[in-house]
């Protein structure tokens, strides 16, 4: 066997066990067990929850409310619908509606022990139906009880949650862990989310001392996904579900969500048809089996975080956080039983350990700098709705970024072997850099990753590094960052741990690659295709949570420990570079087919977003966009006096875009600006009843203070110092929003009612079948400028 030969079976049969571990179940049908969790009979909800955007205080999401009451009642939990205002602030924006939470239970046989909910959301962002995010989980969590119920009384109440107004700000969630006085009875929490329309669940997020619960966990699930490090990201990235609020109140459980086929996350593209029902299968029946152990037994104490990833296949090993420091320990034992084996053969002394180590550091920042070249050459923007076109596309920019990095570090192995290479190591990082810069712009990440690798090429290459100096070195570094994750975040320790044992494992049986066997191969090859089988779930799950390219690199760097053996050429095949250019070639190739293919297609529409928007009381008007237009939007809007330009209107959207239009006649918004006797401003806004929701935009040249809207408080909330601070509220019930300023005078306001029907002089066009109405498209706000009346004048 060649160790080329090696490398391509690593990677493809790494792949393939990584494909068929990802592929998620067949659904089950309708004639699945009674006590068996059925995708088909699930979808019987979903086709009537997500057949339309049906965002909070819509007439949509009312109509829904009314389904789902009457399924809850079928079930036999007695349901109510707990109405209640509720406030929620991120930044300088303000949420709020008038939330529905439905709560039914299946009463327990000891109705004083703590009870375990069931959660989901039941309304939608504007725009999608929502089939997955959440009819997906709202129709889990019926199918659940359905099956529980089949199974006796249990031994605690269950609650069925299912909350309103979450994609408005955790809306329902926030205010039944804030006022419910059920609340104080739920021990414990199951919320099952999505992010997208397919793909295997994942358990994602825990609360803090989650040793009990990992094993609850791996006891119960069924063909679980799941590992500490994503656990640990997720602690400390923005992202919110109504789990939040349960952590938030000192609740504990597990929080779930399928992230595949993002690109119908929070689209109109999300409906019943759309939805995987693998995806929906296999989070019901991973979640059942640990709801019924909740259900009909103890609940989980708290214990300490544990370290805990999935192993190859569905078991998943867990283990204390300390119990990391064994694992490097035993790597440190097999690294030096392989020197002990080296030692005569070859000879390593401190200075080409040292180029090993450099060979590494190198091999990872050439690999994050060509990531970050082949995404900007892709010519797609960052940001949710601009990723879009790679999201229509996303397997073939996954095999983009693979091409990349492979092509990094085999580019890192050929200089590594090769005479007098330090001018091309200084300068393919620093060339990769410049070249992301002219796609991109200034970017000073790729400018800093290309001038760190051309310092660490100048100060590593120049001489041969041979295989045992460059091997060692790789597992040098990897057990240095273990070493620093153990002591930092130990719960993340396994990801960086588990290679480094099975490269050092490799290093001790191979002899430290001294010696270039058959059986070195073998072993290699065999370790390889296990280790690149694991780290294939770690490189997709980063790519679908993040877009940022360079962190991709970090499985590609954990693989060095196995794939150094592989990757080095014999000294007959060093210096040539005819692999490392195929795998830029493949990667800059699918780049540029990217950046200059059209995505759009029946399945994968490009999205609108045409608003009309009307001031009554200025008589005037605007066709616009809150999307970057395509040639029918631009149509729309520049239909009437064709002079398309940025428009200065404090909706909350930075590039709104728009035309000149007829002003149709429309009353103002009733909005009535006002201050008491203590100088406390207040806003009180009555929507017309056909009203889906309303903005306020607020700007003051004095700080806003002790803000309340409908009475509630406004956490979270931070009043921008300078500019436009926002308040949306969902919904057409009445509203009074509450403030404290030094100079009311100088008070702006801008009231935006939003109805929703297109109301221009001329109707919308068809829609092209490769685009889709996106979020607040084909609807109208109706804009007002209310002012406080103008002071008393005294009496002569």
Known sequence: MSRLAGLIISICVGFAIFYFGAVTPPPAGLDAPDNAFSAARAMRDIRTLGGQPHPAGSPANARVRDYLIGRMTALGLHPVAREDDSVSGFGSTLSGARVHNLIGVIPGADSSAPALALMAHYDSVPGSPGAADDAAGVASALEIVRALKTKGIPRRDVVVLLTDGEEAGLLGARAFFARDPLAAHVGYVLNMESRGGGGRAIMFETARSNGQDIALYRRTAAAPVSNALTVLIYRFMPNSTDFTAALMAGKVGLNYAFIGRQFDYHSPSSTPATLDQGALQHMGAQVLPTAEALAFGPLPSRAPDVTYANLLGDATAAYPANGGWLLLFIAVALIAFGLHRIRGAEALDVITVGRGVLATLYAVLLTAVALELVRRATGVASGFIEFRPILAQFPLFEVMMAAAALAAVLATATLAASHGGRRLAVALPLAAAAIACLFSGLNVLAITLGILGGAVGFAGFGAVIRLPAAWLGALLVSLFTGVAVQLAAPTAGAVFAWPLVAGAATFAAAGGGASRSFLTLVVSTFVSILVCGWLAALFHQLLQGLDLAPIVALPAFLALSTLWPLLHPRDDDAGNWRLPSIGI???????????????????????????????????????????????????????????????????????????????????APNAVLATNAAGRVTLSVTPRPNAVGVIIALRSSSPLRDID?????????????????????????????????????????????????WMAASPLPALPPTDQMWSYAGSTLVLGRPTLPPPLTPER
């Open 585 to 667: 070639t493949v990667g800059l190739g699918i780049a540029a087919y990217i950046h200059l293919h059209n995505p759009w297609t029946e399945r994968h529409p490009n999205s609108v977003e045409p608003i009309y928007i009307v001031e009554p009381a200025a008589g005037r008007a605007w066709r616009a966009s809150a999307l970057p237009p395509d040639r029918w939007t631009s149509n729309v809007i520049g239909a009437e006096s064709g002079r398309i330009g940025s428009l200065d209107i404090p909706l909350g959207r930075a590039d709104l875009v728009g035309a000149p239009a007829a002003a149709t006649a429309v009353a």
């Open 709 to 757: 809207l409908n009475g509630r408080g406004a956490p979270g909330f931070t009043a921008a110092k300078t500019g436009w601070s926002h308040i949306l509220w969902s919904g057409a019930e009445p509203l009074t929003l509450s403030l404290s300023t030094a100079d009311a005078r100088s008070l702006d306001v801008v009231v935006a009612e939003r109805l929703p029907t």
